[in-house]
């Protein structure tokens, strides 16, 4: 080569970026990227696999054991969302024993699970979400000093204020857990949800108290989450276009509200559709070929579903514990924005990193508000039964469909000679993070993440930014990790 030619650019090559454990969600998620050069040389994110790493065993840990047990123990799933699990739980036994529960229980299951919902939804912005955006100076220890946010957006007195709210959230997160509790009984995990009813007994006391702690929450979403939501998107407008994936999104509904109606109602909508179409229930199935199961139970409705995990060395071509559900062969996200779209109470055609964060935050207003109804609804029925006594029905079997605040929730049951015989449990995070399925078409999040830029492989924010906006929650799963040679170690400081 001539002294003093330029050197020829280098062959576009792809970089794998593997991050294991993906913090800040619930549970242990792992996502490998691979990373190419676009036309314009900018790297940008080309394939993505989504890796669920821990074995889930709570439907096996069910067969055999009395029908009444399930509420309680499937609320284990999950500390930050058990209300739904118990929730999902109690809908499968009415629906097995046929009972139309009071309309005070009713009323406060939902009261309960929008308390769940409040506290989850601004536990996700401020605690788990807030750090990919914001290195407030003030603030040199853990979670803010991570070194992976390249393109702060925010001055140093803009990001201590966020640093100030992200304390005020803590308190917010209080009021909400003692809020439910006082019908709960305790929050995470309230025994008060049982087939048939509710144990606690409303009174003006609890109604009153109830009221004063949602007074004292509605202000904190109206007067902090809204507008920092709000401030933070319109920082960082980019992301109005990342993550956007198929556009799919599904809602099984939730909050029951008498003669059959849901607050927040069933629907999906397939391809960026704006049309809300049905939900058949009988149309879902789950899928294995990417899993850790065996082949034999893929495909199967969870109606017919069985977990049969299998030595993930003897499956070579699988690489994640979670099953891949879809809806007539097409994968849908689930999730806040979901729900607010088919409900009409957010745009329809919009999904995106931004989007999700926007409606989670204007669906906890919402839920808020509707709480205050309940709670007069509740007021004029004090004396009212909360509980219909049911025998266990000696064989059935039943679905419950909810809604956990990270999107649509559903269970499984089958009862033989009074014991459960079968129980299968698809969550929001399975709809979300799943691999892909037996045509190879990826997860909703895996396809999120496609076309993500990243400004340094080193530090692929952007990468994580797209994944919490999905509110990952795995912590159904049951242990195993294994080290693997090669993968590249991220330090994170310990101030």
Same mark, same amino acid.
């Given at each position: 080569?001539?002294?003093?030619?330029?050197?020829?650019?280098?062959?576009?090559?792809?970089?794998?970026?593997?991050?294991?454990?993906?913090?800040?969600?619930?549970?242990?998620?792992?996502?490998?990227?691979?990373?190419?050069?676009? @036309?314009?040389?900018?790297?940008?994110?080309?394939?993505?696999?989504?890796?669920?790493?821990?074995?889930?065993?709570?439907?096996?840990?069910?067969?055999?054991?009395?029908?009444?047990?399930?509420?309680?123990?499937?609320?284990?799933?999950?500390?930050?969302?058990?209300?739904?699990?118990?929730?999902?739980?109690?809908?499968?036994?009415?629906? =097995?024993?046929?009972?139309?529960?009071?309309?005070? =229980?009713?009323?406060?299951?939902?009261?309960?699970?929008?308390?769940?919902?409040?506290?989850?939804?601004?536990?996700?912005?401020?605690?788990?979400?807030?750090?990919?955006?914001?290195?407030?100076?003030?603030?040199?220890?853990?979670?803010?000093?991570?070194?992976?946010?390249?393109?702060?957006?925010?001055?140093?007195?803009?990001?201590?204020?966020?640093?100030?709210?992200?304390?005020?959230?803590?308190? =917010?997160?209080?009021?909400?857990?003692?809020?439910?509790?006082?019908?709960?009984?305790?929050?995470?995990?309230?025994?008060?949800?049982?087939?048939?009813?509710?144990?606690?007994?409303?009174?003006?006391?609890?109604?009153?108290?109830?009221?004063?702690?949602?007074?004292?929450?509605?202000?904190?979403?109206?007067?902090?989450?809204?507008?920092?939501?709000?401030?933070?998107?319109?920082?960082?407008?980019?992301?109005?276009?990342?993550?956007?994936?198929?556009?799919?999104?599904?809602?099984?509904?939730?909050?029951?509200?008498?003669?059959?109606?849901?607050?927040?109602?069933?629907?999906?909508?397939?391809?960026?559709?704006?049309?809300?179409?049905?939900?058949?229930?009988?149309?879902?199935?789950?899928?294995?070929?990417?899993?850790?199961? @065996?082949?034999?139970?893929?495909?199967?409705?969870?109606?017919?579903?069985?977990?049969?995990?299998?030595?993930?060395?003897?499956?070579?071509?699988?690489?994640?514990?979670?099953?891949?559900?879809?809806?007539?062969?097409?994968?849908?996200?689930?999730?806040?924005?979901?729900?607010?779209?088919?409900?009409?109470?957010?745009? =329809?055609?919009?999904?995106?990193?931004?989007?999700?964060?926007?409606?989670?935050?204007?669906?906890?207003?919402?839920?808020?508000?509707?709480?205050?109804?309940?709670?007069?609804?509740?007021?004029?029925?004090?004396?009212?039964?909360?509980?219909?006594?049911?025998?266990?029905?000696?064989?059935?079997?039943?679905?419950?469909?909810?809604?956990?605040?990270?999107?649509?929730?559903?269970?499984?049951?089958?009862?033989?000679?009074?014991?459960?015989?079968?129980?299968?449990?698809?969550?929001?995070?399975?709809?979300?993070?799943?691999?892909?399925?037996?045509?190879?078409?990826?997860?909703?999040?895996?396809?999120?993440?496609?076309?993500?830029?990243?400004?340094?492989?080193?530090?692929?924010?952007?990468?994580?930014?797209?994944?919490?906006?999905?509110?990952?929650?795995?912590?159904?799963?049951?242990?195993?990790?294994?080290?693997?040679?090669?993968?590249?170690?991220?330090?994170?400081?310990?101030?």
């Amino acid at each position: 080569m001539p002294k003093g030619k330029p050197k020829p650019p280098p062959t576009p090559t792809s970089t794998v970026r593997i991050i294991d454990p993906v913090t800040r969600i619930e549970g242990h998620l792992r996502i490998s990227v691979t990373l190419t050069p676009d @036309a314009t040389g900018k790297l940008v994110v080309s394939d993505a696999q989504s890796t669920g790493t821990l074995f889930r065993g709570f439907e096996n840990i069910l067969v055999g054991r009395h029908p009444w047990d399930a509420q309680h123990i499937t609320q284990r799933i999950c500390g930050v969302c058990p209300v739904s699990h118990g929730m999902a739980a109690v809908l499968a036994l009415d629906a =097995a024993s046929q009972v139309t529960v009071p309309a005070n =229980a009713r009323i406060m299951r939902n009261l309960v699970m929008g308390a769940n919902l409040i506290d989850s939804h601004i536990l996700h912005f401020y605690h788990l979400t807030l750090p990919d955006y914001v290195t407030p100076p003030a603030m040199n220890m853990p979670p803010w000093n991570t070194d992976w946010v390249h393109d702060e957006s925010f001055s140093d007195s803009e990001a201590n204020t966020l640093a100030a709210h992200y304390l005020e959230a803590l308190k =917010a997160r209080r009021l909400a857990h003692e809020m439910g509790a006082i019908f709960g009984g305790k929050l995470p995990h309230p025994p008060a949800y049982v087939p048939g009813g509710f144990t606690t007994t409303p009174t003006a006391e609890k109604l009153s108290r109830f009221e004063a702690y949602l007074t004292q929450v509605i202000d904190f979403i109206n007067n902090y989450y809204i507008p920092d939501v709000q401030f933070l998107v319109s920082r960082y407008p980019a992301y109005d276009a990342i993550g956007q994936g198929y556009g799919n999104l599904l809602a099984f509904g939730c909050f029951e509200e008498g003669n059959g109606s849901l607050f927040l109602k069933r629907g999906r909508l397939p391809w960026g559709s704006a049309t809300v179409q049905a939900v058949d229930v009988g149309k879902i199935a789950e899928f294995v070929k990417y899993s850790w199961y @065996a082949d034999a139970t893929g495909g199967l409705t969870p109606a017919a579903g069985v977990t049969t995990p299998v030595d993930p060395d003897s499956k070579t071509t699988a690489y994640s514990w979670l099953k891949a559900p879809r809806y007539e062969g097409v994968p849908y996200e689930a999730g806040p924005l979901a729900r607010m779209v088919v409900n009409n109470l957010y745009p =329809a055609g919009k999904v995106s990193v931004n989007d999700r964060h926007l409606a989670r935050a204007f669906e906890a207003l919402e839920v808020a508000e509707q709480m205050r109804l309940w709670l007069n609804q509740l007021r004029s029925g004090l004396g009212q039964p909360t509980y219909v006594r049911q025998a266990v029905p000696l064989n059935a079997a039943g679905v419950g469909l909810t809604e956990a605040p990270r999107g649509a929730l559903g269970h499984w049951l089958e009862i033989t000679n009074g014991k459960i015989s079968r129980y299968q449990v698809i969550t929001p995070t399975c709809w979300n993070a799943s691999p892909r399925d037996a045509n190879g078409r990826r997860g909703p999040l895996e396809e999120a993440l496609i076309g993500t830029p990243v400004a340094d492989p080193e530090r692929p924010v952007e990468v994580l930014r797209v994944v919490h906006s999905f509110d990952p929650c795995l912590a159904c799963a049951v242990h195993v990790l294994r080290p693997e040679a090669g993968r590249k170690i991220f330090p994170v400081a310990h101030g």
